[in-house]
């Protein structure tokens, strides 16, 4: 245990020390300041919450930016230290390869949970602070901030995993720009087009829930937008949300195996690695 | 008698269809300084990767402290290991005296000892500063102090005088000395034969994988024919053709007045003869003891010719 540990501190370290922590903290603060205080700005008049609106922007901004961030992060973390040759001497010391692994995973979660924190914390409390919403809309709000978290913490995953199975740094970058690609933007694109080809014939709402909550910037997508009626009603989803029903719990369930089998895989890779 | 730290039984190792080790045997006991020498790629770092179980044989045994390397409960074994990889790489940002810290904690070693590695290795008065701002040098230092950190019983140090000047070569050569006398069994990889000159107990001369030679300098001297260098300088400049020279390094080649015959002792009155006969008299003769690269070059010729 205590090797996890100290990895992910050394992690953490580096990364307040070469500011990658404040940039994204502060690129995130930007972006949630200016939507919680300009982008709410019309709902006074239609009576809507304020902070729930924020919710809706901030989700959709997450699906975009945080994946992007956590892969940025994280794919070069073993490839970038295999081809440095820092690896090699990290590995000749009393450590199993799956600890090197997991605090190095831990470490990036925290770093990316705690610039998500400050960053949407700062936003909802200056909404908060101006009476922008009701206590449902705290809840979501609170809801938003953790699931942005565990999306993170599913891309971390998923980049750890690129950064084990890469040749170099630069193999690492292209396929974690390929994967940000993939689930952020081709998925539901390529799912859409499918539903339109298919008109209704063969993709019934079963099988289109399972194709949204295998994705995970889908999972969080349906968690954050159609989870709390006091959100769904901004989001355009809820007509979607009534045939799309797919409990919270199964969604969560859905980002937690996320984090979990992209880094069990990255394990097993990474065990098996030549250095 | 103690069991030997490490124990290497025909061990191999390929990689892409190559040979990196082949039926390689291998002993170090506590207290020994034993050199491994070799071209690059000749499999010394290989074998330093499977000593720390990074990489696993394709056949054979191997021991370290008692442990199969490659076999997870080996990471214990690793605490009584100091090892220096052959490129030294930090994490930048980080001060000498942080990485230090960090490496310590993995090794559960006590860190104040820390403060006392870092001047050994001439590096207290820079602990403080980024190590992305340290010479090729200074890191090779670090390196060396964070294979120091808790009192291994093995070192393994890969190219481990690269970067140093000569002053920190003599002081580093010095420190081992006094690791070996305190029972620590080293294992130094090295290019160049002639640093190890009254440094090593035992060479291990690897070439393609395979081990040439082993013993010490004295026994390498014998098994290249003692081999001695004889400059000849001529009143007027000679072609000479190469290749009329001896077994050794089979060359005697001169420009101009120069000629150069590297042969083992026992020809060398033939060689001069064969090379001098009938050329225009000769101003000057020196005999000399072939260096320790010679030496080296002429164990992985002679390993090199065909056998017969």
Same mark, same amino acid.
């Given at each position: 245990?205590?090797?996890?540990?100290?990895?992910?501190?050394?992690?953490?370290?580096?990364?307040?020390?070469?500011?990658?922590?404040?940039?994204?903290?502060?690129?995130?603060?930007?972006?949630?300041?200016?939507?919680?205080?300009?982008?709410?700005?019309?709902?006074?008049?239609?009576?809507?919450?304020?902070?729930?609106?924020?919710?809706?922007?901030?989700?959709?901004?997450?699906?975009?930016?945080?994946?992007?961030?956590?892969?940025?992060?994280?794919?070069?973390?073993?490839?970038?230290?295999?081809?440095?040759?820092?690896?090699?001497?990290?590995?000749?010391?009393?450590?199993?390869?799956?600890?090197?692994?997991?605090?190095?995973?831990?470490?990036?979660?925290?770093?990316?949970?705690?610039?998500?924190?400050?960053?949407?914390?700062?936003?909802?409390?200056?909404?908060?602070?101006?009476?922008?919403?009701?206590?449902?809309?705290?809840?979501?709000?609170?809801?938003?901030?953790?699931?942005?978290?565990?999306?993170?913490?599913?891309?971390?995953?998923?980049?750890?995993?690129?950064?084990?199975?890469?040749?170099?740094?630069?193999?690492?970058?292209?396929?974690?720009?390929?994967?940000?690609?993939?689930?952020?933007?081709?998925?539901?694109?390529?799912?859409?087009?499918?539903?339109?080809?298919?008109?209704?014939?063969?993709?019934?709402?079963?099988?289109?829930?399972?194709?949204?909550?295998?994705?995970?910037?889908?999972?969080?997508?349906?968690?954050?937008?159609?989870?709390?009626?006091?959100?769904?009603?901004?989001?355009?989803?809820?007509?979607?949300?009534?045939?799309?029903?797919?409990?919270?719990?199964?969604?969560?369930?859905?980002?937690?195996?996320?984090?979990?089998?992209?880094?069990?895989?990255?394990?097993?890779?990474?065990?098996?690695?030549?250095? | 008698? /103690?069991?030997?730290?490490?124990?290497?039984?025909?061990?191999?190792?390929?990689?892409?269809?190559?040979?990196?080790?082949?039926?390689?045997?291998?002993?170090?006991?506590?207290?020994?300084?034993?050199?491994?020498?070799?071209?690059?790629?000749?499999?010394?770092?290989?074998?330093?990767?499977?000593?720390?179980?990074?990489?696993?044989?394709?056949?054979?045994?191997?021991?370290?402290?008692?442990?199969?390397?490659?076999?997870?409960?080996?990471?214990?074994?690793?605490?009584?290991?100091?090892?220096?990889?052959?490129?030294?790489?930090?994490?930048?940002?980080? /001060?000498?005296?942080?990485?230090?810290?960090?490496?310590?904690?993995?090794?559960?070693?006590?860190?104040?000892?820390?403060?006392?590695?870092?001047?050994?290795?001439?590096?207290?008065?820079?602990?403080?500063?980024?190590?992305?701002?340290?010479?090729?040098?200074?890191?090779?230092?670090?390196?060396?102090?964070?294979?120091?950190?808790?009192?291994?019983?093995?070192?393994?140090?890969?190219?481990?005088?690269?970067?140093?000047?000569?002053?920190?070569?003599?002081?580093?050569?010095?420190?081992?000395?006094?690791?070996?006398?305190?029972?620590?069994?080293?294992?130094?990889?090295?290019?160049?034969?002639?640093?190890?000159?009254?440094?090593?107990?035992?060479?291990?001369?690897?070439?393609?994988?395979?081990?040439?030679?082993?013993?010490?300098?004295?026994?390498?001297?014998?098994?290249?024919?003692?081999?001695?260098? $004889?400059?000849?300088?001529?009143?007027?400049?000679?072609?000479?053709?190469?290749?009329?020279?001896?077994?050794?390094?089979?060359?005697?080649?001169?420009?101009?007045?120069?000629?150069?015959? $590297?042969?083992?002792?026992?020809?060398?009155?033939?060689?001069?003869?064969?090379?001098?006969?009938?050329?225009?008299?000769?101003?000057?003769?020196?005999?000399?003891?072939?260096?320790?690269?010679?030496?080296?070059?002429?164990?992985?010729?002679?390993?090199?010719?065909?056998?017969?």
């Amino acid at each position: 245990m205590k090797p996890i540990v100290i990895i992910a501190l050394r992690e953490i370290r580096e990364g307040l020390r070469n500011r990658r922590v404040l940039a994204t903290a502060s690129l995130l603060a930007g972006l949630a300041l200016t939507l919680a205080l300009l982008g709410s700005a019309p709902t006074g008049n239609v009576g809507a919450s304020r902070l729930a609106v924020t919710v809706v922007s901030l989700s959709s901004l997450t699906i975009f930016l945080v994946p992007l961030i956590a892969l940025v992060l994280t794919h070069d973390t073993i490839a970038g230290e295999l081809d440095r040759g820092t690896m090699v001497l990290l590995l000749s010391y009393p450590l199993a390869r799956w600890q090197v692994v997991i605090g190095k995973f831990a470490g990036h979660v925290v770093m990316l949970g705690l610039a998500t924190a400050v960053a949407y914390g700062a936003a909802g409390l200056a909404l908060w602070l101006g009476a922008a919403g009701d206590d449902a809309a705290v809840a979501a709000f609170c809801t938003l901030i953790g699931t942005s978290i565990l999306l993170g913490a599913a891309f971390v995953a998923t980049g750890t995993l690129v950064s084990t199975l890469a040749r170099d740094p630069r193999t690492a970058a292209g396929i974690a720009l390929g994967v940000w690609l993939a689930s952020v933007l081709l998925y539901d694109m390529a799912l859409l087009g499918l539903l339109i080809a298919d008109q209704g014939r063969t993709l019934r709402a079963p099988l289109v829930q399972a194709l949204l909550v295998a994705n995970p910037t889908d999972a969080y997508r349906l968690l954050n937008l159609t989870g709390l009626p006091e959100v769904g009603q901004f989001a355009g989803l809820s007509g979607l949300a009534g045939h799309l029903a797919v409990a919270p719990a199964t969604l969560l369930a859905a980002l937690g195996l996320w984090v979990a089998a992209p880094l069990a895989a990255s394990v097993a890779v990474f065990a098996r690695r030549q250095v | 008698m /103690t069991a030997p730290l490490v124990r290497v039984d025909g061990v191999a190792k390929r990689y892409a269809g190559r040979d990196a080790l082949a039926a390689l045997d291998l002993v170090l006991g506590a207290g020994e300084i034993l050199a491994l020498v070799g071209h690059n790629g000749a499999g010394k770092s290989t074998l330093i990767k499977l000593l720390l179980g990074l990489i696993r044989p394709d056949a054979g045994r191997i021991t370290v402290l008692g442990h199969d390397p490659a076999r997870a409960g080996a990471a214990e074994a690793r605490r009584a290991i100091g090892f220096l990889p052959e490129t030294i790489a930090f994490h930048p940002n980080m /001060t000498g005296a942080e990485l230090l810290a960090f490496y310590a904690q993995l090794k559960g070693a006590p860190l104040a000892a820390n403060r006392e590695l870092l001047a050994r290795v001439g590096l207290a008065d820079v602990a403080g500063q980024r190590v992305g701002g340290y010479s090729k040098g200074m890191r090779q230092r670090l390196g060396l102090a964070q294979a120091l950190i808790g009192r291994p019983r093995l070192l393994l140090l890969d190219e481990p005088t690269t970067g140093l000047d000569p002053e920190l070569r003599q002081a580093f050569y010095a420190l081992l000395d006094e690791l070996a006398a305190e029972g620590v069994g080293i294992l130094l990889s090295s290019h160049a034969l002639a640093e190890l000159e009254h440094r090593a107990d035992r060479v291990v001369v690897l070439r393609q994988g395979r081990k040439v030679a082993d013993g010490t300098l004295t026994d390498l001297r014998r098994m290249a024919g003692d081999p001695v260098r $004889i400059l000849v300088r001529m009143e007027a400049p000679v072609p000479v053709a190469a290749g009329a020279g001896g077994a050794v390094t089979g060359v005697a080649a001169g420009a101009g007045r120069r000629i150069e015959i $590297i042969c083992p002792a026992a020809e060398k009155m033939d060689r001069l003869r064969a090379v001098l006969s009938g050329r225009e008299p000769v101003a000057d003769i020196e005999l000399l003891h072939a260096s320790l690269d010679e030496i080296y070059a002429g164990l992985l010729r002679r390993d090199a010719e065909p056998v017969g």
